[in-house]
Nanobody
C-alpha cells in the first residue's frame, strides 16, 4: 500500500508558476510508475506527465516546455514544476503511482490502468 498526499496548489495569475509536491508513504521500496493527472470541471480526466524511476519522462503537448516532473527517491516525493501557467491549466491535479508489473507495463503512460494509487488532489487556479 502506498499513500499519496499532494500539496502546493493555489491560485496564480496567467504566466505565474506553482510547484506541486506529492509525498509518498508506505511501501515505497518497490519500483513504481509515477504521473500527474488533472481534471477540470466538465472535462475528462487527462494524464499530464509521467516519470519512471529511471528518469524517463513524457508530457502532453500542451505542457511541454512549461511543466517539469521530477522524482526525489530519497525523499519519496514527486514534484511538478508548472511555469507559464495558462487559462487552460486550471484543474484538480492528482498524483498517481502504480507498482511496476508486466500488466501495467503493457498500458500506456497516459492510461489510468497503469496506476493503482491516487492522491486526494490539489486545486490549481489561474486568473487573468
Amino acid at each position: 500500500q502506498v499513500q499519496l498526499v499532494e500539496s502546493g496548489g493555489g491560485s496564480v495569475q496567467t504566466g505565474g508558476s506553482l510547484r506541486l509536491s506529492c509525498a509518498a508513504s508506505g511501501d515505497t521500496y518497490s519500483d513504481y510508475y509515477w504521473a500527474w493527472f488533472r481534471q477540470a470541471p466538465v472535462k475528462e480526466r487527462e494524464a499530464v506527465t509521467y516519470i519512471s524511476t529511471g528518469g524517463i519522462t513524457y508530457y502532453i503537448d500542451s505542457v511541454k516546455g512549461r511543466f517539469t516532473i521530477s522524482l526525489d527517491n530519497a525523499k519519496n516525493t514527486l514534484y511538478l514544476q508548472m511555469n507559464s501557467l495558462k487559462p487552460e491549466d486550471p484543474a484538480m491535479y492528482y498524483c498517481v503511482a502504480g507498482q511496476m508489473t508486466l500488466t501495467r507495463f503493457s498500458k500506456g503512460w497516459a492510461d489510468t490502468r497503469r496506476y493503482e494509487y491516487w492522491g486526494q488532489g490539489t486545486q490549481v487556479t489561474v486568473s487573468s
